[in-house]
């Protein structure tokens, strides 16, 4: 009878497993493929000065457009690139990519770039975007690497040699999605950072709760001490933009101030001038 249970329990899972492996193995043959034929590209979302209203710069976000026209999120793609051993072949083309479109912009914009978690624990890191930048004939300052808490906390000493490699090259750190790791202050004592980011659900719900609203001013404040520049993810409603405002936050992103695009739709108005006055 206990056999007999036994198998009953353990049956139902046995199908589900597989379906989920071969799905795995499928989903990463596609993305080796996609690589291999360049299907996966940057797309361009504008970083905002909220005092001028101007354009600063883009933040790369990766698409992948399958051959059936769909797309799929990053956030399904780059942790299967990960655990496969694709993401340094990823990065290079994405980074190759995004460097030289960002050529092609004024010379004041920055072109914003991600790092995942696990390429802050591989030493060569920081010389290898340093060589892509060379090749691209990018100067470190016009880039920007966008860093979490996570990534850091990692293997903190590698993380160190690689972070230093790159400033000391003249290339800019941002801390991403501040306020949902653990240690962010910490961190920011250890490290010299450029920017932070204050992760998007802070700003999504800061209006209908006044102690997200103190928080987001605190973290403005800690940025005015340390020197260290603050931008707003996620702005999608004219009264997140002009509470930032107000709170004297520096930089913004979202929905409301442009939608991620792909390189050929960023319009010369859109790059180098004001985001258009709304109505
Ligand atoms: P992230 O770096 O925090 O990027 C911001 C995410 O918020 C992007 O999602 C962006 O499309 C989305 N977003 C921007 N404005 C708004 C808004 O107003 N409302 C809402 N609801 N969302 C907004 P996306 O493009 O899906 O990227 C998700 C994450 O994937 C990124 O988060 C980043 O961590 C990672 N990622 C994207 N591209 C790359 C890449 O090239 N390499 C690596 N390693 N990671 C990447
Ligand atoms: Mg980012
Ligand atoms: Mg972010
Ligand atoms: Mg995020």
């Not at 046995?14 to 299907?39: G, H, S, Y």
């Not at 940057?42 to 026209?69: C, H, M, N």
């Not at 932070?196 to 659900?201: E, G, M, N």
């Amino acid at each position: 009878v206990a056999k007999k249970q036994g198998r009953n329990l353990v049956k139902p899972f046995v199908p589900a497993m597989q379906e989920e492996l071969a799905k795995r193995i499928r989903v990463e043959a596609d993305l080796r493929a996609a690589i291999k034929n360049a299907e996966i590209v940057p797309y361009y979302q504008p970083l905002v000065d909220l005092k001028t209203k101007e354009i600063i710069g883009f933040e790369a976000l990766a698409r992948w457009k399958t051959a059936s026209g769909e797309f799929i999120p990053p956030n399904e793609f780059i942790p299967v690139a990960e655990e496969a051993g694709l993401i340094v072949d990823l990065t290079d083309q994405l980074l190759r990519r995004a460097c030289g479109d960002a050529l092609s912009w004024p010379n004041h914009l920055v072109l914003s770039f991600n790092l995942s978690p696990i390429q802050l624990s591989d030493r060569l890191l920081g010389l290898r975007i340093l060589r892509i930048l060379g090749d691209v004939g990018l100067p470190a300052h016009r880039i920007e690497l966008e860093v979490t808490e996570s990534a850091i906390i990692q293997d903190a000493v590698t993380a160190r040699i690689v972070l230093d490699d790159l400033v000391n090259a003249g290339v800019r750190i941002a801390l991403d999605d501040f306020g949902t790791g653990y240690s962010s202050l910490s961190q920011l004592s250890n490290y010299r950072f450029d920017k932070i980011k204050i992760d998007r659900s802070f700003v999504a719900s800061f209006e209908t709760n006044d102690k997200q609203d103190k928080v987001i001013k605190a973290i403005i404040a800690l940025g005015a001490g340390l020197g260290v520049t603050i931008t707003a993810e996620g702005i999608e409603e004219e009264s997140q933009l002009q509470r930032l405002q107000d709170l004297g936050c520096d930089i913004g992103q979202g929905y409301l101030l442009g939608r991620p695009a792909p390189a050929e739709s960023l319009a010369a108005d859109q790059i180098g001038t004001r985001i258009a006055q709304r109505r």
